[in-house]
């Protein structure tokens, strides 16, 4: 039996050689150099090798062009081989004909880097492109284009598509962009999720797909295009899965010569104020990869990869400043374990499986009630495996004479029919904590200026109409904010009155003669509001000033030019207000004098912070030095109710604070400040504040990755990419290399300096509370530390002799350690 064992694992050994060798060598050396690419049932073929390729989505606006590098290489050392990216109407084409092209707009920059580090690019031009950015990615300029109906058999909207569209395609052309050019490009994709809402617009809106996907193959870009969510793509278009579990709910390409895509494997969920963030596993992400690729899926997308930030008033409606931080590079660009590791070990074990994958024949057969095979035989005798168990329960199995044992929902992946690489339920991954370390404290009053805005009434605005004016066809998207005011006479011994105010949304601030009454808001399912309360009046004339916040605009839904916000009944007492004589006034004043920049600090008379009751509407401004170090820098702004962040200028986005999740947590409390952002001294940071938050409670903080966690049992398998690093070296050390180990990786710059926990037999807990159990080796701290201390990273090997013979013959045991980074 031993020596059958051993003959196995020699076997394995030699087909990881033979696969590294054949797929890593050409596949590395043509990555980002681009070239004939097309496609077949089975996948996309690259310099007539078919690929199986696995993409992230970064977003070049939601980070800078100073994190750009270090994001696309921590994706590639993932095992990543493709950058996604929308590219954002709006952002690039603000006001028609005026194009913006540099800093995090630079989108040409972006693409070029993704090709300096030999990775490839989808290009997701849309123009439409939802993604939980504003208004869908379309600038808001369309909306006054006479005529026009957004994306639909239009001919307004068709022409301003296709001119933006084919701008775009221009200047991917022009800097040799394409792979059919030699560059990165080898997909681009055209609409986005328009099957979602294509019943809407009836026999227009098939008519509209057809044309999008005729318009876009006619720029000849010599490379696919795809639609996703589309299922009547037109031929050649590729139709894509968007989802959590392509493998499971989509019923794959229409047609059989086109290959199955997955462009959004959701790797979290967007987040909205007042809701937890979603957290999904790294099982449950590994295990769905691993079923679309044996259901014959060859490129996935993990959306999002790194989610970034929306700065500015880039995000949609509700939607947090923060974007997918439960990514596999979090909102700083940090690793986030183990759902980065996993990933990067899952993608290795299905490249070991290449060559059976896209070259051989397939079939699938059952194992049990709730388990599967999938086989893949190539054309030279290669064989490929994946044996899914559906069960919520473990499962014993015989696949081809041989018994395996599955854990609760999951796949394990055998490249050569006999050996199990991966099973996407066993993590063996380290688990990692990011901490912020408090650096400054803005808890000086002294520091702090202020300065209150005025607000308005009826005689002092220039904008006036009889009736009640839509809020966002009337900022035009140059402000959250829209003032509507009027007056009227109250002849009454009564001073007390209810004033309501029905919303389309977002949220509403009262004011009564200059004086704050109330604050209401929607939601994001539910936008619209009634706002209610009993205000006191003047015998004689009163000024009413309500103050519609939008928070973000909406990005999804058919006919998106007709969605509404703003007031759309006023009363008060028994007195309907709603066609009256209305005074405007489009943002507050402190925006119109960009009072939150240096140049226009001084527009306005500044006073010190004082002490008392603080006012709503009011703008605060300080000064920071930058904290020493590379570490990502954050504000907390627990201590603030809602409003928007400027740092030098810079907006860091909106925050709303106040608003709680059913838990009584704020969805988002720490704020991304980019270096890039700042001066080594006097930083200037400004906050409007519509709430009555307290500044001198802010902190600012960097961020970083300061403990790694390893728990490994004999259940565990040895690491993937570990195999793959031995076979190229020639190196058939079976037993080393059958081994699982507890590898700890501190982040670049950074050394494990202390074990705040060693235990080699039977330790109770998980990362966030561990024991000795009762059994335990006793040497098993020195062992560690003198393995992993002073060191970037470090294996533990899970071994007896490694930790100098059995602490407890008989019994299973377990390897867990726990280190600080510093």
Same mark, same amino acid.
Request: one cysteine or more; hydrophobic letters at 35%.
């Given at each position: 039996?031993?020596?059958?064992?051993?003959?196995?694992?020699?076997?394995?050994?030699?087909?990881?050689?033979?696969a590294?060798?054949?797929?890593?060598?050409?596949?590395?050396?043509?990555?980002?150099k681009?070239?004939?690419?097309t496609?077949?049932?089975?996948?996309?073929?690259?310099?007539?090798? %078919?690929?199986?390729?696995?993409s992230?989505?970064?977003?070049?606006?939601?980070?800078?062009?100073?994190m750009w590098?270090?994001?696309i290489?921590?994706?590639?050392?993932?095992?990543?081989?493709?950058?996604?990216?929308?590219?954002?109407?709006?952002?690039h084409?603000? @006001?028609?004909g005026?194009?913006?092209?540099?800093?995090?707009?630079?989108?040409?920059?972006?693409?070029?880097?993704?090709?300096?580090?030999?990775?490839?690019?989808?290009?997701?031009?849309?123009?439409?492109?939802?993604?939980? &950015?504003?208004?869908?990615?379309?600038?808001?300029?369309?909306?006054?284009?006479?005529?026009?109906?957004?994306?639909?058999?239009? +001919?307004?909207?068709? =022409?301003?598509?296709?001119?933006f569209v084919?701008?775009?395609?221009?200047?991917?052309?022009?800097?040799?962009?394409?792979?059919?050019?030699?560059?990165?490009?080898?997909?681009?994709?055209?609409?986005?999720?328009?099957?979602t809402?294509?019943?809407?617009? %009836?026999?227009k809106?098939?008519?509209?797909?057809?044309?999008?996907?005729?318009?876009?193959? +006619?720029?000849?870009?010599?490379?696919?295009?795809?639609?996703?969510?589309?299922?009547?793509a037109?031929?050649?278009?590729?139709?894509?899965?968007?989802?959590?579990?392509?493998?499971?709910?989509?019923?794959?390409p229409?047609?059989?010569?086109?290959?199955?895509? &997955?462009?959004e =494997?959701?790797t979290?969920?967007?987040?909205v104020?007042?809701t937890?963030?979603? $957290?999904?596993?790294? #099982?449950?992400?590994?295990?769905?990869?691993?079923?679309?690729?044996a259901?014959?899926?060859?490129?996935?997308?993990?959306?999002?990869?790194?989610?970034g930030?929306?700065?500015?008033?880039?995000?949609?409606?509700?939607?947090? /400043?923060?974007?997918?931080d439960?990514?596999?590079?979090d909102?700083?660009g940090?690793?986030?374990?183990?759902?980065?590791g996993?990933?990067?070990?899952? %993608?290795?074990?299905?490249?070991?499986?290449?060559?059976?994958?896209?070259?051989?024949?397939?079939?699938?057969f059952p194992?049990g009630?709730?388990?599967?095979?999938?086989?893949?035989?190539?054309?030279a005798? +290669?064989?490929?495996?994946? $044996?899914?168990?559906?069960?919520?329960?473990?499962?014993?199995?015989?696949?081809?004479?041989?018994?395996?044992?599955?854990?609760p929902?999951?796949?394990?992946?055998?490249?050569?029919?006999?050996t199990?690489?991966?099973?996407?339920?066993?993590?063996?991954?380290?688990?990692?904590?990011?901490?912020?370390?408090?650096?400054?404290?803005?808890h000086?009053?002294?520091?702090?200026?202020?300065?209150?805005?005025?607000?308005?009434?009826?005689?002092?605005?220039?904008?006036?109409?009889?009736?009640?004016?839509?809020?966002?066809?009337?900022?035009?998207?140059?402000?959250?904010? $829209?003032?509507?005011?009027?007056?009227?006479?109250?002849?009454?011994?009564?001073?007390?009155?209810?004033?309501?105010?029905?919303?389309?949304?977002?949220?509403?601030?009262a004011?009564?003669?200059g004086?704050? /009454?109330?604050?209401?808001?929607g939601?994001?399912?539910?936008?619209?509001?009634?706002?209610?309360n009993?205000?006191?009046?003047?015998?004689?004339?009163?000024?009413?000033?309500?103050? !519609?916040?939008?928070v973000?605009?909406?990005?999804?839904?058919?006919?998106?030019q007709?969605k509404?916000?703003?007031?759309?009944?006023?009363?008060?007492?028994?007195k309907?207000?709603?066609?009256?004589?209305?005074?405007?006034?489009?943002?507050?004043?402190?925006?119109k004098?960009?009072?939150?920049k #240096?140049?226009?600090?001084?527009?306005?008379?500044?006073?010190?912070?004082?002490?008392?009751?603080?006012?709503?509407?009011?703008?605060?401004?300080?000064v920071?030095?930058?904290?020493?170090?590379?570490?990502?820098?954050?504000?907390?702004?627990?201590s603030?109710g809602?409003?928007?962040? &400027?740092?030098?200028?810079?907006?860091?986005?909106?925050?709303?604070?106040?608003?709680?999740?059913? #838990?009584g947590?704020?969805? @988002?409390?720490?704020?991304?400040?980019?270096?890039?952002?700042?001066?080594?001294?006097?930083?200037?940071l400004v906050?409007?504040?519509?709430?009555t938050?307290?500044?001198?409670?802010?902190?600012?903080?960097?961020?970083?990755i300061? #403990?790694?966690?390893? %728990?490994?049992?004999?259940?565990?398998?040895?690491?993937?990419?570990?195999?793959?690093?031995? !076979? @190229?070296?020639?190196?058939?050390?079976?037993?080393?290399?059958?081994?699982p +180990?507890? @590898?700890?990786?501190?982040?670049?710059g950074?050394?494990?300096?202390?074990?705040?926990?060693? !235990?080699?037999?039977?330790p109770?807990?998980?990362?966030k509370?561990?024991?000795?159990?009762?059994?335990?080796?006793s040497?098993?701290?020195?062992?560690?530390?003198?393995?992993?201390?002073?060191?970037?990273?470090?294996?533990?090997?899970?071994?007896?002799?490694?930790?100098?013979?059995?602490?407890?013959?008989?019994?299973?045991k377990?390897?867990?350690?726990?280190?600080?980074?510093?």
């Amino acid at each position: 039996m031993a020596m059958v064992q051993l003959l196995l694992l020699l076997s394995w050994c030699f087909v990881l050689m033979v696969a590294v060798a054949n797929g890593r060598s050409s596949d590395e050396e043509g990555k980002g150099k681009g070239g004939s690419v097309t496609y077949d049932g089975r996948s996309l073929i690259i310099n007539g090798q %078919h690929q199986i390729l696995f993409s992230a989505s970064i977003h070049y606006p939601r980070s800078t062009p100073q994190m750009w590098p270090s994001l696309i290489a921590k994706a590639k050392e993932g095992g990543v081989d493709v950058i996604q990216t929308y590219v954002f109407w709006n952002l690039h084409e603000p @006001q028609q004909g005026q194009y913006k092209f540099s800093e995090r707009r630079d989108i040409v920059r972006f693409i070029k880097e993704i090709q300096s580090q030999g990775l490839y690019v989808c290009l997701r031009i849309g123009p439409f492109i939802e993604g939980e &950015w504003t208004y869908g990615g379309l600038p808001f300029w369309l909306h006054d284009v006479p005529g026009i109906v957004f994306r639909s058999d239009n +001919e307004p909207f068709k =022409n301003h598509m296709q001119r933006f569209v084919t701008k775009i395609v221009s200047l991917m052309k022009s800097e040799n962009l394409f792979a059919s050019q030699g560059g990165p490009i080898i997909l681009s994709q055209i609409e986005n999720e328009y099957g979602t809402v294509e019943p809407a617009y %009836h026999a227009k809106g098939p008519r509209y797909v057809r044309w999008a996907a005729k318009m876009a193959v +006619e720029l000849q870009t010599g490379t696919p295009w795809v639609m996703c969510k589309q299922d009547d793509a037109p031929d050649p278009v590729i139709n894509a899965c968007n989802g959590m579990r392509c493998g499971e709910t989509w019923k794959g390409p229409n047609s059989p010569d086109k290959p199955a895509i &997955w462009t959004e =494997n959701w790797t979290s969920f967007y987040q909205v104020y007042g809701t937890e963030p979603y $957290l999904r596993s790294a #099982k449950d992400i590994a295990f769905h990869v691993a079923l679309f690729v044996a259901k014959n899926g060859s490129y996935v997308n993990y959306y999002m990869y790194h989610g970034g930030t929306n700065f500015g008033r880039t995000a949609s409606s509700f939607m947090l /400043t923060s974007y997918y931080d439960q990514a596999p590079l979090d909102e700083y660009g940090l690793i986030r374990e183990p759902k980065w590791g996993h990933l990067k070990e899952l %993608h290795a074990a299905i490249k070991l499986c290449s060559k059976p994958l896209l070259t051989g024949g397939y079939e699938t057969f059952p194992l049990g009630q709730l388990q599967e095979a999938y086989v893949f035989k190539g054309n030279a005798g +290669e064989c490929a495996a994946f $044996l899914v168990n559906n069960d919520d329960r473990k499962s014993s199995t015989v696949f081809q004479n041989s018994s395996y044992e599955l854990p609760p929902k999951s796949i394990s992946i055998l490249p050569d029919c006999k050996t199990v690489a991966f099973n996407t339920a066993k993590v063996s991954t380290q688990i990692n904590t990011r901490s912020m370390t408090i650096r400054h404290k803005l808890h000086s009053k002294e520091t702090w200026e202020e300065y209150t805005e005025t607000i308005p009434n009826f005689d002092n605005t220039s904008l006036r109409a009889k009736t009640l004016l839509e809020h966002m066809n009337t900022t035009k998207d140059t402000s959250d904010y $829209l003032w509507y005011t009027f007056r009227f006479q109250h002849n009454s011994s009564d001073a007390q009155s209810i004033l309501s105010v029905q919303s389309h949304g977002h949220v509403l601030h009262a004011f009564v003669n200059g004086e704050f /009454t109330r604050s209401a808001h929607g939601s994001r399912d539910n936008p619209s509001f009634t706002l209610e309360n009993t205000v006191n009046l003047n015998d004689g004339m009163n000024d009413i000033a309500l103050l !519609s916040v939008t928070v973000g605009l909406p990005d999804s839904g058919a006919y998106l030019q007709r969605k509404v916000a703003g007031l759309r009944s006023v009363r008060v007492q028994d007195k309907y207000f709603t066609n009256y004589d209305w005074g405007y006034q489009v943002g507050l004043i402190g925006e119109k004098l960009q009072i939150y920049k #240096k140049h226009g600090s001084s527009n306005v008379q500044w006073r010190r912070f004082r002490n008392s009751i603080p006012r709503q509407l009011t703008w605060y401004k300080t000064v920071f030095d930058t904290p020493a170090g590379d570490d990502p820098i954050a504000l907390n702004l627990n201590s603030m109710g809602k409003g928007e962040a &400027w740092v030098n200028g810079e907006s860091i986005g909106r925050y709303w604070v106040s608003l709680k999740t059913p #838990k009584g947590n704020p969805s @988002q409390t720490w704020y991304h400040v980019p270096r890039s952002f700042l001066e080594n001294t006097k930083n200037q940071l400004v906050l409007l504040e519509e709430e009555t938050g307290n500044p001198l409670e802010i902190t600012i903080a960097t961020i970083a990755i300061t #403990k790694v966690y390893g %728990h490994v049992n004999n259940s565990h398998l040895p690491r993937v990419s570990s195999w793959v690093r031995q !076979s @190229q070296r020639g190196d058939t050390n079976i037993k080393k290399q059958q081994r699982p +180990e507890v @590898q700890l990786n501190c982040p670049q710059g950074r050394n494990i300096s202390k074990i705040l926990f060693a !235990s080699f037999g039977t330790p109770k807990g998980d990362y966030k509370s561990y024991a000795m159990g009762s059994c335990h080796s006793s040497s098993s701290r020195a062992i560690v530390e003198k393995a992993c201390i002073g060191k970037g990273r470090c294996s533990v090997p899970y071994s007896n002799q490694y930790f100098g013979g059995d602490p407890c013959p008989g019994i299973p045991k377990a390897l867990l350690v726990d280190a600080q980074c510093t």
